[in-house]
């Protein structure tokens, strides 16, 4: 059964930071490409940023680029989000996918970026 499982979110201030962090099992972790997407109230789900199966090659959304990090870590079976100079408008649910042909999905994790 392949489960991932965010943590990490939480409240936090306008030009602060956070990391989330998504754990995987059961799958082949170091196969699968990782991605963090994020859904706003009353907004559609985006893709935040992407990291493929070996961590060479990463994609962010224009909106993150040079704020967000993500990384992984395959002999933890875990992949990261560290977020700097958060702004009101990254608030929102943060998912974490997994992606080899099929695609899986975790449960989410809540990011509030308020003052």
């Known amino acids: 059964q392949v489960q991932l499982v965010e943590s990490g979110g939480g409240l936090v201030q306008p030009g602060g930071s956070l990391r989330i962090s998504c754990v995987a099992s059961?799958?082949?972790?170091?196969?699968?490409?990782m991605s963090w997407y994020r859904q706003a109230p009353g907004k559609e789900r985006e893709l935040v940023a992407r990291?493929?199966?070996?961590?060479?090659?990463?994609n962010y959304a224009d909106s993150v680029k040079g704020r967000f990090t993500i990384s992984r870590d395959n002999a933890k079976n875990t992949a990261y989000l560290q977020m700097n100079s958060l702004k009101p408008e990254d608030t929102g649910v943060y998912y974490c996918?997994?992606?080899?042909?099929?695609?899986?999905w975790g449960q989410g994790t809540q990011v509030t970026v308020s003052s």
């Open positions: 996918n997994a992606r080899r042909g099929s695609e899986y």
């Open positions: 990291i493929s199966s070996g961590g060479g090659i990463t």
């Open positions: 059961g799958l082949p972790f170091r196969n699968y490409a």
